[in-house]
């Protein structure tokens, strides 16, 4: 079939401490793969994508590489701010249609 | 300039009435969607458009009605509104094809009473 799935949450982490999130996918072919992230009260935004197997997205300090062998796409960041606190969201699309992971919220502590 | 805005932000209502929200994208997409988020930031695609053409249509029950008049528009009108109605919808759009993302709305928080 095809789905994403993604670390359950709450995360907390101190401040400046290292963030992963693990997201893995199913499909049939290479889809895209995509990083959200919802701030409070706010709705859904491309954090980063990366489009084929072995390209890397990065957007604001986060990271995330496309491996074909694992069907992963987990989302790094090497210290993280308490502005990082929000709800994020891995993704695959197949042409038109989205498949979203139950999303990971992040709460950092100064 | 808004890319993707949803109307209205908030809507408190009673058991019963019907609703419309309006959605409209200003980024000329192809492809319109309507996601329903619950409490627990679940996730769940309800429709999605392309060129005024419906293409998904998720089980959700029929009083959920999308109506589409021309690509940049893509309203959702809700009628015998139920408590279990009661979440936060986005609208989204994105281009035609591989590797697109999608822009989402502010999102409209539906309360029903």
């Known amino acids: 079939g095809n789905s994403v799935t993604q670390m359950e949450g709450p995360v907390t982490l101190s401040e400046e401490a290292f963030l992963t999130i693990n997201c893995t996918y199913t499909?049939?072919?290479?889809?895209?793969l995509f990083w959200y992230v919802q701030y409070p009260g706010e709705g859904l935004q491309l954090l980063l994508k990366?489009?084929?197997?072995?390209d890397k997205g990065s957007n604001k300090g986060f990271e995330a590489t496309y491996r074909k062998e694992t069907t992963s796409f987990h989302l790094e960041k090497g210290s993280v701010q308490v502005s990082d606190s929000a709800v994020y969201f891995c993704a695959r699309n197949t042409g038109n249609q989205f498949y979203f992971g139950t999303g990971t919220s992040l709460t950092v502590i100064p | 300039d808004t890319a993707v805005s949803q109307t209205p932000k908030y809507l408190v209502t009673q058991m019963g009435n019907d609703k419309s929200i309006k959605c409209e994208q200003n980024l000329g997409h192809d492809t319109m969607y309507w996601y329903k988020q619950d409490s627990k930031k679940f996730l769940k695609i309800m429709f999605s458009y392309n060129n005024k053409e419906l293409i998904i249509n998720e089980t959700v029950p029929n009083r959920f009605s999308p109506k589409s008049p021309d690509k940049a528009h893509l309203n959702l009108h809700i009628n015998s509104l139920e408590l279990g109605d009661s979440a936060v919808y986005f609208c989204a759009s994105s281009l035609n094809g591989e590797g697109y993302e999608q822009y989402f709305g502010p999102g409209t928080r539906l309360t029903v009473t």
């Open positions: 499909a049939t072919g290479y889809p895209s």
């Open positions: 990366a489009t084929k197997a072995d």
